[in-house]
């Protein structure tokens, strides 16, 4: 799917191209060295789960400037786990249920505002079976954010705080499929 002229979105071997990806986030997100170390064995660990898939926006020489990859929502799993007890207060844990998870998205800096960001999770949720999307995002006002409500992702719960997370999270919802430009309802 053409997302940009030089850009295209498609399948991605996560497993086989992590430390580039995980090169795309750190430079998205801001990570440590051993931040990425650490979350390499947590893309490998999820890539093992049932459903789990990856795609990528690869630029005409190859380099990835952009990656997504999610699943199907299990309560087990670590981030329900956490996340479940926030939903709960405001009366939105079924968001849990029959879910399919951005796990992460990151586009690199030097690709943001093309649009990529958009293609990457709507082609990915365009796949998805569970009639609904969750995620977690820094708890700000950031151009991420106003990507996911203007996909239609609506807050499910603030202030919520992982584990060694400086920072606090929101949980956000939508409905499949999302948003598209100038759809102001969902079908």
Sequence with gaps: MPADSDVLVGPLDLAARVDEA???QAVAFGLSAEEVGVRRHIVLRHLSYPGARALGATTADGRLAGFVYGMPNDRAHWWSTVVEPYLRNNGAEWWLDDSFVITELHVHPAFQG???GRA?????TDTATEPRSILSAIDTESP????YRGLGYVDLAGQVHFPSAARPYAVMGAPLPLLRH????FR
């Design 114 to 116: 093309r649009g990529l």
């Design 22 to 24: 995980l090169a795309v």
């Design 182 to 185: 100038g759809q102001t309802e």
């Design 120 to 124: 990457l999770i709507t082609t990915i």
């Design 144 to 147: 991420a954010r106003a990507l």
